[in-house]
T-cell receptor, first 112, second 112 residues
């Protein structure tokens, strides 16, 4: 699986947009970009995934660059409950439903 | 719809002992994966089970083993516990052919 690089920590003011970057310069054409988050003392929670088009759901938006070498997760109006470690994961298309390869992620702290 | 549950919440064992951790998958799911998360690290994939058979394994020794039951509940067994086995153990259930995995809250294992 391709490796991802994320900043170790970021801060965001409550109510503002949080933009979390991820570099995946070695991504191949058959790999999706996934985002999960882990709130303290809980299991990881799926947020969103995409292949090459931008994606949006009720939680967040995912912007993938045209060359697919990087992406940004956007939380449009961050709240204190969004404080968590955010993981960017690259995962092959198809095959069995297994093996999420987590890095250390980005600790997002939303401040009041 | 019930979520993924794990038991026990916390566990303390002595080096050399054996431990069994349990997971109940989300209703309708037929795959279960287990992850180990050391303090300050992202979760590391141990293995996945599908149709009661191991379906992919990470870089963990054979003393880590598992079972999946017909009702899609699962066990993780660890023999000959070592101090480095102290971690949060997470299980995640999913539906084969889809790409989302739903994590339980984890079992915190401490080996002394």
């Amino acid at each position: 699986d391709a490796k991802t690089t994320q900043p170790p920590s970021m801060d965001c003011a409550e109510g503002r947009a949080a933009n979390l970057p991820c570099n995946h310069s070695t991504i191949s054409g058959n790999e999706y970009v996934y985002w999960y988050r882990q709130i303290h003392s809980q299991g990881p929670q799926y947020i969103i995934h995409g292949l090459k088009n931008n994606e949006t759901n009720e939680m967040a938006s995912l912007i993938i660059t045209e060359d697919r070498k990087s992406s940004t997760l956007i939380l449009p109006h961050a709240t204190l409950r969004d404080t968590a470690v955010y993981y960017c994961i690259v995962r092959p298309i198809g095959g069995s439903n297994y093996k999420l390869t987590f890095g250390k992620g980005t600790l997002l702290t939303v401040n009041p | 719809e019930t979520g993924v549950t794990q038991s026990p919440t916390h566990l303390i064992k002595t080096r050399g002992q054996q431990v069994t951790l349990r997971c109940s998958s989300q209703s309708g799911h037929n795959t279960v994966s287990w992850y180990q998360q050391a303090l300050g690290q992202g979760p590391q994939f141990i293995f996945q089970y599908y149709r009661e058979e191991e379906n992919g394994r990470g870089n963990f020794p054979p003393r880590f083993s598992g079972l999946q039951f017909p009702n899609y509940s699962s066990e993780l067994n660890v023999n000959a516990l070592e101090l480095d086995d102290s971690a949060l153990y997470l299980c995640a259930s999913g539906l084969a052919g889809t790409y989302e995995q739903y994590f339980g809250p984890g079992t915190r294992l401490t080996v002394t």
